[in-house]
């Protein structure tokens, strides 16, 4: 079963955890300033060392080179968050290893050699961390890994510069957005040293009421460090969101569950559907179940129809290119067909 299937600690606003570790190769120039061939070189000698990790013989990794794979299918990889947009754009030399099981991907020739990225459903940073850092240190013992005494892991952008860490998590929050709470909080949040983004990350936007949370210091303290303060900060927009949520439906009951029940109808009897409006009604749902008065559908079930239903997740479902009128056709097909049998895709 994917992670991204499933419902983890505080899965009610924290529907996943990221860490990700940036590491470049001493002897080779950054991506953006290599040629096609040493692209192709370094590709060759990571996944070599990668390859040859116990953990990825024991769990099945895949590799795919980006210049080899279809545009949908690279696109569906952006959707369920196991590649970067960037590196979705294709090229030589740009590379993927996945798990089996999608919660470790690392790409390789992004605008680092190596990023490595651990997910996991819930507030479950810690376990993410062990992971990543458990296969960092494996290449960081096969591989000449860019590293300066003074300034710590050498990376293609100054800001990942140092422990080369991002933490992030993916989170609900209807209930801020809602009352307008959203932009107050991210001015604080930045001013912290924190980023709020959109959905599918870096200059993407909110759909669904789904924001990504995460770290923006690496340079001067400690990945441990960085850990404890971003803990700190989720646990305090994770009490915040469940206070709006109860004051929220005290002040309005009837009209909440209006909101949830109209949500459903549409997803179970709509005939056309756009990916922003799903996300819309899929939120109301989720907010539902939080409130423990909608049990008609669980999280996981809606955290599958999320996986799958953006334009190349429908797409690729279908197995041809849609025109976006077919898109919304199939894609409401699709989550009808979720919705009655949630082990079908």
Same mark, same amino acid.
């Given at each position: 079963?994917?992670?991204?299937?499933?419902?983890?600690?505080?899965?009610?606003?924290i529907l996943?955890?990221?860490?990700?570790?940036?590491?470049?190769?001493?002897?080779?120039?950054?991506?953006?300033?290599?040629?096609?061939?040493?692209?192709?070189?370094?590709?060759?000698?990571?996944?070599?060392?990668?390859?040859?990790?116990?953990?990825?013989?024991?769990?099945?990794?895949?590799?795919?080179?980006?210049?080899?794979?279809?545009?949908?299918?690279?696109?569906? $990889?952006?959707?369920?968050? $196991?590649i970067?947009?960037?590196?979705?754009?294709?090229?030589?030399?740009?590379?993927?290893?996945?798990?089996?099981?999608?919660?470790?991907? @690392?790409?390789?020739?992004?605008?680092?050699?190596?990023?490595?990225?651990?997910?996991?459903?819930?507030?479950?940073?810690?376990?993410?961390?062990?992971?990543?850092?458990?296969?960092?240190?494996?290449?960081?013992?096969?591989?000449?890994?860019?590293f300066?005494?003074?300034?710590?892991?050498?990376?293609?952008?100054?800001?990942?510069?140092?422990?080369?860490?991002?933490?992030?998590?993916?989170?609900?929050?209807?209930?801020?957005?809602?009352?307008?709470?959203?932009?107050?909080?991210?001015?604080?949040?930045?001013?912290?040293?924190?980023?709020?983004?959109?959905?599918?990350?870096?200059?993407?936007?909110?759909?669904?009421?789904?924001?990504?949370?995460?770290?923006?210091?690496?340079?001067?303290?400690?990945?441990?460090?960085?850990?404890?303060?971003?803990?700190?900060?989720?646990?305090?927009?994770?009490? $915040?969101?469940?206070?709006?949520?109860?004051?929220? /439906?005290?002040?309005?009951?009837?009209? @909440?569950?209006?909101?949830?029940?109209r949500?459903?109808?549409?997803?179970?009897?709509?005939?056309?559907?756009?990916?922003?409006?799903?996300?819309?009604?899929?939120?109301?749902?989720?907010?539902? @179940?939080? $409130?423990? /008065? /909608?049990?008609?559908?669980n999280e996981?079930?809606?955290?599958?129809?999320?996986?799958? @239903?953006?334009?190349?997740?429908?797409?690729?479902?279908?197995?041809?290119?849609?025109?976006?009128?077919?898109?919304?056709?199939?894609?409401?097909e699709?989550?009808?067909r979720?919705?009655?049998?949630?082990?079908?895709?």
């Amino acid at each position: 079963m994917s992670w991204y299937t499933q419902c983890g600690k505080d899965g009610d606003v924290i529907l996943s955890s990221r860490v990700r570790l940036a590491r470049d190769l001493e002897g080779y120039a950054f991506p953006h300033g290599m040629t096609n061939d040493k692209k192709m070189e370094a590709r060759d000698r990571i996944v070599d060392a990668i390859t040859a990790m116990p953990s990825v013989r024991s769990e099945k990794f895949v590799t795919l080179n980006m210049d080899l794979l279809p545009e949908p299918d690279r696109f569906a $990889l952006v959707e369920k968050h $196991l590649i970067s947009e960037d590196l979705s754009k294709g090229g030589p030399g740009l590379g993927v290893c996945i798990s089996k099981d999608e919660s470790v991907s @690392i790409m390789i020739n992004e605008e680092d050699h190596i990023r490595i990225q651990v997910m996991d459903c819930g507030f479950s940073l810690d376990r993410a961390y062990r992971k990543a850092e458990e296969i960092a240190v494996f290449l960081e013992n096969h591989l000449p890994v860019a590293f300066s005494d003074q300034y710590g892991f050498l990376t293609a952008c100054p800001t990942n510069t140092g422990t080369g860490m991002r933490a992030s998590v993916m989170v609900h929050l209807p209930a801020l957005t809602m009352l307008g709470r959203m932009q107050p909080m991210i001015d604080g949040l930045s001013q912290a040293g924190f980023t709020v983004r959109g959905y599918l990350g870096e200059h993407s936007m909110s759909t669904g009421n789904l924001y990504q949370l995460s770290n923006r210091i690496t340079l001067g303290i400690t990945e441990k460090n960085v850990l404890l303060s971003f803990k700190r900060m989720v646990e305090e927009v994770l009490d $915040l969101e469940r206070k709006l949520r109860k004051e929220l /439906f005290d002040s309005n009951p009837d009209k @909440i569950r209006d909101m949830v029940y109209r949500s459903y109808g549409e997803l179970l009897y709509a005939r056309m559907m756009t990916d922003t409006e799903a996300m819309k009604r899929i939120s109301d749902l989720r907010l539902g @179940i939080a $409130l423990g /008065f /909608f049990s008609e559908q669980n999280e996981e079930t809606l955290s599958r129809l999320a996986a799958f @239903i953006g334009p190349a997740g429908v797409q690729k479902d279908k197995g041809e290119v849609l025109s976006v009128r077919l898109q919304e056709i199939h894609r409401a097909e699709m989550i009808r067909r979720i919705l009655s049998d949630p082990s079908s895709r």
